[in-house]
């Protein structure tokens, strides 16, 4: 098999203001997004939520589901720094697409933009943390849950990336409303000397090139440029065309969404809250996760022997560990493999699509 498996609040959804987000609304109902060559029929949707209970927001996503419909949705989170697109490369949309491959493997999908991020509203920096956006996440489920987003879904899987998954973690690990965690990308324990490459690259919105004319809050974050292999892709092959493409669709994090995020890996277990099914899935050279005092990334019973302290026997927690690649695993030649080992844990957890 190639996952391994252990035997071992916030405020809820606020439902008011639906005058206010009428308003928001006008003239952003959903649109179908460009037609995909696999036939799965994806729309951009936008969804109101409340920030902190005071400030209304729209958050964008893309829907896409295979032509014979699902009854299992993935709601997927990006990371720092990343956007929807994370989750539906189109270079090589075969290999990197995990989006294309669940539509394939006949579940729905749901790519985020966090707020501050892609299409989404664009608050000021400061009012966002990792507790702050899992809140949002949890609307945007509970809209799932109320058939206010596309068709009703029967079981929802939420997974995340990074950041996404320290999100993801807390959504789960607090309101109790999900079927399944799928968590990439994150691990609780640290490697300082990979971890430091990857803040290092670092740098105020208002230094980037392209991103400095969009007229953010100067507070966001971006990465430098030229960076992106060094922090989230080494050490997989170099290809350019894959750099450049990950250079050109990067997006920006808020600082606070990192500060309780890294607290949230090393110091707060959350992740032992969850109470449904969760596959936690690294790359084997991720360099800010792995290491002989961080995560055995060795192979994925290491991997298991790492996490499942973390973790309770509700969780029935699944590794998986994809060899010979760094942080941004959705970017690797051999992703196929950790898209097949997420389709066979939901299948044997009784969530296919």
């Not at 298991?304 to 026997?313: D, F, V």
Request: glycine share 10%; proline share 9%.
């Amino acid at each position: 098999m190639p996952w391994r498996h252990s035997r071992a609040n916030r405020r809820p959804l606020r439902r008011a203001g639906a005058v206010l987000f009428a308003i928001l609304l006008a003239g952003s109902l959903p649109a179908p997004a460009q037609a995909q060559p696999d036939a799965a029929s994806c729309q951009d949707v936008t969804i109101p939520v409340w920030l902190d209970a005071l400030l209304p927001q729209l958050v964008h996503g893309t829907l896409c589901a295979p032509p014979q419909g699902a009854r299992t949705v993935q709601v997927l989170v990006p990371g720092a720094t990343y956007n929807n697109v994370y989750w539906d490369a189109a270079l090589a949309p075969e290999t990197r697409s995990f989006r294309l491959a669940m539509n394939k493997a006949g579940y729905a999908t749901l790519a985020l933009d966090r707020l501050g991020t892609g299409a989404s509203s664009k608050p000021p920096s400061a009012l966002l943390t990792a507790f702050t956006e899992a809140d949002v996440v949890h609307q945007v489920i509970q809209a799932i849950r109320h058939g206010d987003v596309g068709p009703r879904f029967d079981k929802v899987i939420l997974g995340g990336h990074s950041l996404g998954s320290a999100i993801t973690v807390l959504e789960a690990g607090t309101y109790h409303d999900v079927d399944g965690v799928l968590i990439t990308g994150l691990a609780h324990h640290i490697n300082p000397p990979g971890a430091l490459i990857i803040f290092g690259s670092f740098i105020p919105v208002a230094l980037d090139p392209k991103l400095s004319r969009l007229g953010l809050d100067p507070t966001y974050l971006t990465t430098q440029p030229g960076t992106r292999y060094t922090a989230f892709h080494a050490p997989g092959p170099d290809v350019p065309e894959m750099t450049a493409y990950d250079e050109a669709s990067k997006d920006v994090v808020a600082p606070g969404e990192l500060l309780d995020a890294a607290a949230l890996a090393t110091v707060l277990p959350y992740s032992w809250r969850i109470t449904v099914p969760v596959l936690v899935v690294l790359g084997g050279g991720d360099a800010g996760l792995c290491g002989p005092l961080a995560t055995d990334c060795t192979s994925s019973e290491g991997l298991l022997r790492s996490e499942a302290p973390y973790y309770s026997a509700a969780a029935r927690l699944r590794t998986y560990v994809l060899p010979g690649y760094g942080h941004s695993i959705n970017y690797a030649p051999n992703a196929p493999d950790y898209h097949r080992a997420v389709t066979q844990w939901a299948g044997t957890m009784g969530l296919s699509g």
